[in-house]
């Protein structure tokens, strides 16, 4: 009865870790979770004063499919501001969180049999919408000593005749890697020549720590600029996960003009009181509320790398960004399900197993919680690693 390609898809490890955290602990049981990849932060007050203001205007019609001319103007002015790129309007598109982004640009680029280089591991939905699209995954392999970085020469290896398309998270979902400007400009040497096109998802350029300094991989080159599609959105940045705020933007108009049709086909325009709820974030109206943000996000990730360094049988390569401690359990076991599994009927905490991230060995635990959660969460893991059999 169901359609062929339905079946390739995977039930995302994320969100079902997540929801039975919550149905757990509405049973009344003793659950922390660490599994959610949403900031505990309110949405800044500026941000919500701008929807009320547009509910109260009646801003409550269809705009254009790809956004008001408000909100792609604030989306152009801030990816020049921060970022360095010089994009048209016509540009832009926004779209149902950058999930929706994706979905788009893989629906509109991939053909059957077209090879998508995904480094792992990897944000759980990459290679299900490439297989979705009909495209094959081609995984490279990251690990804790290359910082879970992606070289030249492994990408040079990766590509071939069939290859569309190379993706790049940065900073990483769930490892919170950081590619250096230097780090970029040697992958990009790789690429010129070449047809293979950049989906670079920035979701979570805003949460970078340490005084690094985020770079755009558009910004590289003008041959970098030419072939990246740029994936962004506020989910991360200013707390607006529920919102669903999405945005794309390339200079490849053939792309765009598509991307464009198939929105129009399926959800038109996106969310109208988002949309003027997203302009002053992306001018800059709630970066003091960004800066305190990244400030606790820094402290706890500081704080759980602190505590995880001194169970024995753990280690964590110190995140550069996101709101992520990747922990390597790989000297106590090496099935990260039953792990996962027995660690929150055990002690309660939920964690998400590093399989559903494409590498064994490993789970992901999410900082964006409070610090008294953090210790309590750690200590119970600690508990588990020293009595596990």
């Not at 602990?25 to 929807?51: C, H, N």
């Not at 081609?138 to 993706?167: H, M, R, W």
């Not at 325009?269 to 509320?289: F, R």
Request: hydrophobic fraction near 40%; proline fraction near 4%.
């Amino acid at each position: 009865m169901l359609s062929n390609r339905i079946g390739v898809l995977s039930d995302s490890l994320t969100i079902a870790i997540t929801t039975l955290a919550r149905e757990l602990k509405a049973q009344g049981k003793d659950i922390l979770s660490f599994s959610a990849g949403e900031p505990d932060f309110g949405t800044p007050q500026v941000i919500r004063q701008a929807a009320i203001d547009a509910i109260n205007e009646g801003n409550s019609g269809y705009t254009a499919v790809p956004g008001t001319p408000e909100v792609l103007k604030a989306i152009q002015t801030k990816l020049k501001r921060d970022n360095g790129l010089d994009y048209e309007v016509g540009d832009i598109i926004t779209n149902v969180g950058a999930k929706h982004s994706l979905f788009n640009l893989f629906q509109a680029l991939i053909n059957d049999g077209d090879e998508v280089i995904i480094p792992a591991p990897y944000w759980v939905t990459y290679p299900e919408i490439v297989k979705y699209s009909g495209g094959v995954p081609v995984v490279i392999e990251t690990d804790d000593a290359s910082g879970f970085k992606v070289t030249p020469t492994q990408l040079k290896n990766a590509i071939t005749a069939k290859t569309k398309v190379f993706i790049l998270n940065i900073p990483s979902n769930p490892t919170g890697s950081v590619y250096t400007k230097k780090e970029l400009e040697a992958l990009a040497e790789v690429l010129k020549g070449t047809d293979v096109l950049v989906c670079s998802d920035e979701m979570y350029e805003k949460i970078i720590y340490d005084g690094l300094k985020f770079t755009s991989v558009a910004s590289i080159s003008d041959d970098m600029y030419q072939r990246t599609i740029t994936i962004n959105g506020l989910s991360k940045s200013v707390a607006m996960t529920g919102w669903r705020f999405g945005y794309m933007a390339t200079p490849i108009k053939e792309l765009t003009s598509v991307i464009k049709k198939l929105q129009s086909q399926s959800t038109s325009n996106i969310n109208s009181i988002t949309q003027k709820a997203a302009i002053p974030a992306l001018l800059g109206e709630a970066d003091a509320d960004i800066e305190m943000m990244r400030q606790a996000f820094e402290r706890r990730r500081n704080l759980g790398i602190d505590m995880f360094s001194k169970i024995k049988g753990l280690s964590v390569v110190k995140p550069s960004g996101a709101f992520y401690l990747y922990v390597n359990f790989k000297e106590i076991a090496n099935d990260s399900v039953e792990f996962c599994k027995r660690l929150l009927a055990d002690k309660g905490v939920a964690t998400v197993p590093g399989i559903g991230f494409g590498t064994e060995g490993y789970f992901r635990f999410s900082f964006a919680t409070d610090d008294e959660s953090i210790i309590e969460g750690i200590k119970r893991i600690k508990d588990f690693v020293e009595n596990y059999k």
